[in-house]
């Protein structure tokens, strides 16, 4: 059997095998143009780390264009791979073309997931929450938000007891939620992005109404205590219990308890014509659509179109129910940005 040369080595499709012949970076041969193999796909992980390592190299020092972007497209193919790599070149400010491949290969795998989530036939809120997270935040860690999640919804069991009523229970969920962890709207800056981004809302405490009720949700589902959503034109609030007459709280407002009938003539004063249908509650689907379209709203008025367009791909594949009041009005809140 021959022997390989131990150094030095470079690297071929999808940087898979060492090269029986040592070429320097900026060599078109340095990244041969064959498809990879089968063999390729199926390399120890040592050798795999070192392969893409020393693609995230040349991907720092190539000079050739072309040959820059055959390094380009196979770390795109490499996708998740390779992003330890590359995030560490990025974190040492070595140059913007790791993280643009790293941003893009993100990107990418955040697209699959869209779809994959979309096309279930049941959707998970918490989930489709954080994929909005991760399009705003995209080094942000899923698990850690949904550790803060497990806390907040222990610390609140544990005040609540076994078993609260709809009276005991609301004073401290409230309490807790809005005085004590500090959750509230963001009166000062409505429209920043991060109002929507999960991570961020938990870490800041701020939100705008619908992010707010999502956190209230998602930790009143651990809990598993009667909370629901209920998709109001102009203002997203959540109920507790099946009773149409409420008890209802606006997260935004601090928790506030309200009634139906104080529902009712506040959307009235605000110039929708009541329907009943506007206290129902809505489902995830729906209540993720809403996040979109609100995100939709604020990227289109800064001028930012690529955010705008991407995020307008995930709201059509979400796909979202029928609203459940009048289009004429529930659509027109959402997409001026009201949550």
């Not at 367009?309 to 659509?331: D, M």
């Amino acid at each position: 059997m021959p022997i390989r040369r131990a150094v030095p080595v470079c690297y071929d499709s999808r940087v898979s095998h060492p090269s029986d012949r040592a070429v320097s970076p900026s060599s078109p041969s340095a990244v041969p143009e064959r498809a990879p193999s089968t063999a390729d796909r199926t390399l120890v992980p040592t050798e795999c780390r070192s392969a893409i390592e020393a693609l995230v190299t040349l991907l720092g020092c190539e000079t050739k264009a072309a040959n820059l972007a055959i390094v380009r497209s196979r770390l795109r193919e490499l996708g998740a791979e390779a992003l330890p790599s590359l995030d560490r070149v990025r974190a040492a400010g070595g140059g913007g073309h790791a993280a643009e491949v790293a941003r893009e290969i993100r990107g990418r795998l955040l697209d699959a997931e869209w779809e994959r989530w979309a096309a279930g036939p049941d959707v998970d809120l918490e989930t489709g929450a954080l994929l909005i997270d991760r399009f705003g935040n995209p080094l942000s860690d899923p698990s850690a938000v949904r550790r803060r999640l497990d806390d907040l919804a222990s610390e609140l069991g544990r005040r609540l007891g076994r078993r609260p009523t709809v009276d005991a229970a609301i004073p401290i969920l409230t309490s807790y939620l809005f005085d004590d962890v500090g959750l509230r709207g963001n009166t000062d800056d409505y429209e920043d992005p991060d109002n929507s981004y999960l991570s961020r809302v938990l870490e800041r405490k701020l939100g705008v109404p619908v992010s707010l009720s999502v956190v209230l949700l998602l930790v009143a589902k651990r809990l598993r205590l009667p909370i629901v959503g209920i998709g109001m034109p102009g203002h997203f609030i959540v109920r507790y219990g099946a009773r149409t007459s409420g008890p209802y709280l606006d997260a935004f407002g601090g928790g506030k308890v309200l009634t139906g009938k104080a529902c009712a003539d506040w959307l009235c004063a605000s110039g929708f014509e009541f329907d009943p249908r506007m206290l129902q509650p809505v489902g995830s689907r729906y209540i993720v659509a809403r996040m979109l379209r609100n995100l939709i709203a604020v990227f289109t008025k800064r001028g930012a179109a690529s955010d705008a367009e991407t995020l307008g791909r995930y709201l059509k594949a979400a796909a979202a129910s029928p609203q459940p009041h009048a289009p004429s009005s529930g659509s027109a809140a959402e997409e001026s940005g009201a949550a």
